[in-house]
Nanobody
Framework: QEQLVESGGGLVQAGGSLRLSCATS????????MGWFRQAPGKEREFVAAISWRDRYTYYADSVKDRFAISRDNTKTTVFLGMNSLKPEDTAQYYC??????????????????????WGQGTQVTVSS
């Protein structure tokens, strides 16, 4: 099981941008999907975005659609989360996730934390008002 290592978090003012990165420890990611979840203090962990590793099809939470963009590099070792127009409610610990096997109805099941087998340690994003 690959280890996932996030970077790129930090403090930014509302309306600003950040780009998170997640690298796989063993080189090329061998699974089917990678994605991002986040968890704010006192709240449940929630789905942010996911990408199909084979065809780059993407999935987004409604709360970030049109502001965030998930992508991967051509070497298939790193996934990115570009975040624009950040809001204070985007403040959270952001976790990179990975899943080995393909799944039916990914738009439904990938939004569930239990469907992801690999988790990074997280990187903090704080958006000030």
């Amino acid at each position: 099981q690959e280890q996932l290592v996030e970077s790129g978090g930090g403090l930014v003012q509302a309306g600003g941008s950040l780009r998170l990165s997640c690298a796989t420890s063993g080189g090329t990611f061998s699974g089917s999907y990678m994605g991002w979840f986040r968890q704010a203090p006192g709240k449940e962990r929630e789905f942010v975005a996911a990408i199909s590793w084979r065809d780059r099809y993407t999935y987004y939470a409604d709360s970030v659609k049109d502001r965030f963009a998930i992508s991967r590099d051509n070497t298939k070792t790193t996934v990115f989360l570009g975040m624009n127009s950040l809001k204070p409610e985007d403040t959270a610990q952001y976790y990179c996730v990975g899943r080995q096997n393909r799944i039916a109805s990914p738009n439904y099941y990938l939004r569930q934390a239990a469907q992801w087998y690999s988790w990074g340690q997280g990187t903090q994003v704080t958006v000030s008002s």
